[in-house]
């Protein structure tokens, strides 16, 4: 019992370190699901074959579905219980299937004043290898003729080339500014990765810039924000973005904000109690992984495979190396004890699913995520009200970050049936302005596309049902202001942060 407290408390205080230190954002993952239920999506895609067979030119493309809604409607009805190669699917977001999106809808009377996006980066080679075993063979060589590829992207390698003029802060004007390597190295963003990104910063002109002009063609520095953390699928990821949404733009109007917290807390990240519900958090995961027997049983099997001890197999976080090969279509890895299969996959994958919920139930990764956001949400908040009073402040922000940014702000404002960030998920906060009655100003939250403002915690369905056909700022403004603490039976965020603990 007290060694198993200690290795608890090792665990924790491991964990929390790993997450205060740059390099975290790895470390995170492994303890966080990768998805989670969705029950009214407004796009649903089919699953998609499960992809098993050996080493094969990507032929992605093939995936493409143009309007599967049209052709092949009883297909849009998602599994009943989650599927781990549904979801998997899902979360490898490979290019080419048609998306619907909804940014930039609004009454005509309505005018858009800013756009602020949250994305995590694209497809990435992984963080980890699994002991003993040949890593993937991914290319990251950016390769305008192989698939998955994006109309600009042989554009965007050679504009990345003139990038010297760029301010970049810090240590990001020393990282690559497009990925290079024909045998990936760990955590590299892969073409896949760069196209998804490419798809992102398109849908963003279509909507905004065509539709909404939200930035006209003599736009200046002073109107786009970009901030990113320090790793080079982040940065590449941003560029990759901003090129299809500014194709062609001038190097000298762009400066990209160094962000060294993977929370975003800038100068705002001393917090106790965030640490705290942390590793509350991560306890109830162990304790929660520990009673899934045949997990456990799915470990010891993969590590006789292996041929290393199970507690190092499970170390190595294999889901991550995994679900590389599951989205690039190739095979699991094999030694001569045998080959790492799918059912392998989909029960490691399942458990995420179902610890995914429970983390839901138990609340202590929300209480987490309202004090890791704050810094975050109220820099946006703050942004949206300058320019509501007139004030000056960016039009376009991009902020360019990891999983484990994105999923504490779906779950800070209330987006709890959202699935854990894709790669290349997408968050965006719309501000509007109301042209009959130029003082009201209105939210729109859309999360991969898809409308979620009337599934936010401050602006709830009955809301649409009133004559506000949008969020009013205020509400926002409010959440953010007072709501997020009185969650925490708090007044303010340093209040909430240094709360007696027990
Ligand atoms: C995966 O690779 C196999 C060949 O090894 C190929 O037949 C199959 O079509 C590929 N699947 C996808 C989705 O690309
Ligand atoms: C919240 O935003 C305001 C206005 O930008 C700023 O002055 C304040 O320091 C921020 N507080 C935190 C904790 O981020
Ligand atoms: C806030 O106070 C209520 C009532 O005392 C309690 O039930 C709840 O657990 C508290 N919440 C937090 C986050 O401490």
Redesign the pocket.
Known sequence: MLLRNRFLYCCALAALLAFLSLSSFSFFSRWLPVSMQLKTPVHVLPGLPVRLVPIAPEREGALTAKNRKRIMPDLLTEPSAPDPLYEANLYCNTPGVAERSMEGHAPHNFKLLSVQVMIRHGDRYPLYAIPKTKRPDIDCVLEPDRDPSHPNLADFISHMTKGSEAQMDGTLSSLPRYPSHSLCEMGELTQTGVVQHLYNGQILRENYLKKHKLLTKDWTAKQVYIESTGKSRTLQSGLALLYSFLPGFDWKKISVKHQWSSIFCSGHCDCPMRNHYLEEEQRRQYSYRIKNAQLEKTYIDMAKVVGVPTKQLRASNPIDSLLCHFCHNVTFPCTKNGCINIEHFKTIKAHQIEDERERHEKQLYY?YALLATYPLLNQTVSRMQRISEGKKAEAFALYSAHDVTLSPVLSAIGLTEARFPRFAARLVFELWQNTDKPQDHYVRILYNGEDLTFQTSFCREQERRSSRPLCPLSKFVNFVKREMFS???STSYYDACRQKMF
Request: proline fraction near 0%.
């Open positions: 209480k969650a925490l039976n």
